[in-house]
């Protein structure tokens, strides 16, 4: 619990009162805690990857619970055609008096089908969607409860069973890592041994690299944080992407009842960090990471939404004044940003005319001669 | 008819006689055996599978040596087959072994052709048989025979159901080759899991249509083991290129945190299954299927294709050579016949293109005859403007040496104003010949 302990740090000694040259600011924290604590939370994760790979397995392991409870899984011979849908389930969960209002969306029949081109569509609209559904809210009049869907995270899972990335996978991630925060993991890790693990991390890492792949970085710490958390930080970086394993059951292991997965050859737990990475990706993605991961969809991605936004619908009001916007717009000072590209597109043609007429003129020239 | 009257004669002939003493005839199956051996034993086996699913490392488990392979890449534009043929031997018994790789499979976007290349490549190597057999001169005795024996085909262990993929391939496999399914990488599915996991395949594969590889079970001498294989498939197996110390020997496995996998466990996984049915059983048996069931099917419709059959018409048995020239000569007279519609097709064409181009320089020559009038009218314009510059220039000088003329009169009458009024005089010199150099560039 690093976190907890880092901020009951920062908690100010009753006896510091007395101090007269004291102002009392430094209750703000716990001020800010209080209330957060009252309003609650909510965070929207989103997985997404093959069927098989144990998506929802590793869900129900992070967040202790079963939401998968009644699913039907579809046949190959449905699947051969298969689109992909969006399912939500949404949760409340409470621990210590937080309250969490939790979503996960769920992307099946990604790459499940034959052809599977351009079978992230569905996932990149869904998430404009909900980029434009706060978009039309947070520009209206009564701005009281909006509810916040956009995604906040998206946990994508590469296949263990190849030698890294496949094209699929690169296309995917191309096509969201601008809209939304990508953590790459390698599903079902029991598969791989350690050595063949640190091999497959670092060429994902590579490829990712190689094809200007953005996932989701993780801040830098800062300098007055303490030892051990800037140590946990730099253990986390150089472990990405996180090879995981999940279980939907409790066995006995070592004389204690942990996740875990039984086989003939030994029992593998799911918390064990010398088995695989789950205990990272729980610390980073709920205890320590949750609000960045919030911060930066909505100081980032969102951001970027929006100026496109905007952008083009000024360009489309300047073209066409029939267009009837649901948001009162002021008109820019930058529309000259179009007549520029008229104008520029004028010099061109002067230049293609004028250099016809050059060569014409030799030609005749020539002729001449 | 003759045939029949035949075979009553000889049914009624054949009668069992005891033998009097060992006449030897007991030593043929050892004679077919020596036979055999000496001329050595080929098989080919296709291995089907996603990449990176394990196909090289079971290889080379199950044959106990290491094939030299490179890892493939996953951004393959299509399916690739590569095959690679090795001669092993093992107490004196010389066997050819072909494996033949999909490179690429599965990883491409849109997989819907990925099936053809293994369908056409399966289909080849029977016509390369099939063109053999129907040769003139033939020698079939040492042909290399290249048809394939056995399909592995490596499912993934995702813990569902079979992938789509894997269902469509299948279906298209199915009549060409003996199939035996695979469930890869196993050790990372557990038991219980795996029990459902091969009942949810064999069920998918049944109620699809697709016939897999039957071990035999009519020779009472493997009926039993090979019935209580059956049960087992598809077969969940786990490879290894490398060994790990487990009690005093040094076995293949893998070792991971919790636990070493041994390959060769039978309660690990089913590999000692697999290696026993495919090589130290059956291979013969799949050999025999492929030539007299798959090779069978591929050549009577490969036969019917060409318009051969059996009987006429009139039920009298057909030459084979005379069904040949009749199609030959029907081929060549359909051969002529496209090529006189692709020369009046290039002929078209020829003409299109020359009336096209006539067109086009018609264009052009107009073009320019347009452009050189503008720039002659632009020519005449220019010259214009320059004569009245030079117009203006003139008379200016003139003015200018008649202002000289006239200063130089005055100049002679008072010297001493003359330095103040020069400094003047020059700058009001020094501006026509600026003027004229301006006037000069604007000409050019």
Redesign the interface.
Known sequence: MSTNIRFKNRFIKPEDSEDRQYVGFATLPNQVHRKSVKKGFDFTLMVAG????GKSTLVNSLFLTDLYKDRK?L???E??S?TVEITKHTVDIEEKGVKLKLTIVDTPGFG??????E?WKPITDYIDQQFEQYFRDESGLNRKNILDNRVHCCLYFI??????????DV?FMKALHEKVNIIPLIA?A??L??NEIKKLKDRVRDEIEKFGIKVYQFPECDSDEDEEFKQLDKELKECTPLAVIGSNTVVEARGQRVRG?????????VE?Q??CDFVKLRSMLIRSHMHDLKDVTCDVHYENYRAQCIQDMTSKLTQDNRVDSPLPILPLPTPDAETERLIKMKDEELKRMQE??EK??QQ?HEKEQ | MAATDLDILASEGMRSLCLGGHVGFDSLPDQLVSKSVSQGFCFNILCVGETGIGKSTLMNTLFNTTFENEEASHYMDGVLLRPRTYDLQESSVDLKLTIVDTVGFGDQINKEESYKPIVDYIDTQFENYLQEELKIRRSLFNYHDTRIHVCLYFIAPTGHSLKSLDLVTMKKLDSKVNIIPIIAKADTISKSELHKFKIKVMSELVSNGVQIYQFPAEDEAIAEINSSMNAHLPFAVVGSSEEVKVGNKMVRARQYPWGVVQVENESHCDFVRLREMLIRVNMEDLREQTHARHYELYRRCKLEEMGFKDTDPDNEPFSLQETYEAKRKEFLGDLQHKEEGMRQMFVNRVKVTEAELKEKERELHDRFELLKRTHQEEKRSVEEKRRDLEEDMNSFNRRKVAAETLQGQAFQGSAQLSIKKDKDKKNFFTLPSACSLTAGRNLH
């Open positions: 093959e069927s098989g790979l899984l046949n190959a011979e699947r051969i298969q499940d089908a034959v052809n599977n081109n079978c296949p263990p069973f190849g030698h890294g990335l496949r094209p699929i296309e079902k029991d598969c041994t350690p997965r039984v086989y003939p050859w030994g029992i593998v737990e064990n010398s088995h016809m007429l014409m003129q005749i």
